[in-house]
């Protein structure tokens, strides 16, 4: 069975090819990223022109790489949200018009769901893994921090979320005041790479409540209120600044999902989205979870739709759903 991804909730226009249960045959990213740089973030009128100029373009391409036709194509799963409405429509758009054109099943999924496949596809550690259930999943992304206890594939529990900013969010705000551009997360990653990442410290995260939630906004705050009054450390020590900085962050999600894998006793904890490529973020987990611990393949880490084509057949092989072509974006979606 083939399923055809389409994925363009943010900046990147993506379309990817995908056989059964996760070999992907094709996985085609368009960035965005040259145009949003300067603007130190995502301009969501440029993703939405951007998409539309390239959408048509990156499904070519899927079904060249894949070395496929049109008329192959099984299912078409799309993202419906979260994300920016007007790039979502583009997406949306393109897979309807696909669906009614062929005759072929719509399913329009979740995009954090989506993020969680990623560990099942073809060249993830969970590839065709069925036996690893309870596992403990850390989204961690761009507008994302969430613990969620996964107890079969489409089954999930969320045990907390972010009270206020995204991991990801923190750090991308962090580049952007040290002048770098958007995403910020790989350029603090490259800047700490042989930094001490125990030189400055930054606040740990202190709030009463569920020991599964995080908060982000405090330390955020913190590290732009560092560049601020420290430009001395910026112009000289820049490498350990960033290196404290994202070793702050790691920490915090480190700690609280290896208590919250321990606290549900899960067989494996899995951790996705965007920051998941973070080699600090890995080698941490590596070193401290008693516990194993799964990440998708680097460039799988971020957004791409060959994790969106495998959630859309997840759905529709167990659960036998579609969507109609009344399908809409949805901006806020929860897990
Ligand atoms: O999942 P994603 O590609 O898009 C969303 O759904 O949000 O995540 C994007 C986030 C951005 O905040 C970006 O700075 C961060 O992931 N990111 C990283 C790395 N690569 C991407 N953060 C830390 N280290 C990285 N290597
Ligand atoms: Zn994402």
New binding site residues.
């Given amino acids: 069975m083939i399923t055809l991804g389409i994925e363009t909730?943010?900046d990147?226009t993506a379309v990817s090819v995908i056989e059964n249960d996760g070999k992907i045959l094709s996985n085609v990213l368009t960035s965005q990223e040259v145009f949003h740089r300067d603007f130190g973030g995502i301009v969501p009128e440029i993703a939405s022109r951007k998409h539309a100029e390239l959408i048509g373009y990156t499904i070519v391409e899927a079904l060249k790489l894949a070395n496929i036709s049109l008329r192959d194509i099984d299912l078409i799963s799309v993202t419906k949200g979260p994300?920016l409405v007007g790039s979502l429509l583009v997406g949306l758009e393109a897979a309807k018009s696909l669906s009614f054109a062929l005759d072929k099943p719509l399913i329009g999924v979740n995009?954090?769901e989506g993020?969680i496949y990623s560990l099942f596809l073809e060249g993830a550690p969970l590839y065709k893994q069925k036996d690893i259930f309870p596992l403990l999943i850390l989204i961690?992304?761009?507008?994302?921090t969430e613990l969620i206890l996964m107890e079969n594939f489409l089954i999930y529990k969320v045990l907390g979320r972010t009270r206020d900013d995204?991991?990801?969010?923190a750090?991308?705000k962090f580049?952007r005041f040290l002048g770098y551009g958007?995403?910020?997360?790989?350029?603090?990653?490259k800047l700490g790479l042989e930094g001490d990442p125990n030189k400055y410290e930054f606040p740990n995260l202190t709030f009463k409540g569920s020991p599964y939630e995080f908060s982000f906004s405090g330390l955020k705050t913190a590290g732009v209120y560092f560049i601020q009054n420290h430009p001395d450390v910026v112009q000289n020590d820049l490498s350990n600044l960033a290196a404290s900085f994202?070793n702050a962050l790691v920490r915090i999600l480190v700690e609280r999902t290896v208590r919250a894998a321990t606290d549900f006793n899960v067989k494996g904890i899995g951790v996705?989205?965007?920051?998941?490529?973070?080699?600090?973020?890995r080698e941490t987990f590596a070193n401290v979870s008693p516990i194993n611990v799964y990440f998708p393949q680097?460039a799988l880490?971020?957004?791409n739709a060959a994790m969106i084509a495998l959630t859309g057949y997840l759905h529709y092989t167990i659960k036998g759903e579609t969507s109609d072509l009344t399908l809409d974006a949805i901006s806020r979606l929860e897990l």
């Fill in positions: 909730s943010c990147d994300g995009h954090l993020h961690v992304s761009g507008g994302h995204a991991a990801g969010e750090i991308d580049a958007y995403p910020g997360g790989p350029i603090v990653e994202e996705v989205g965007g920051v998941s490529a973070n080699k600090r973020l680097k880490s971020t957004d």
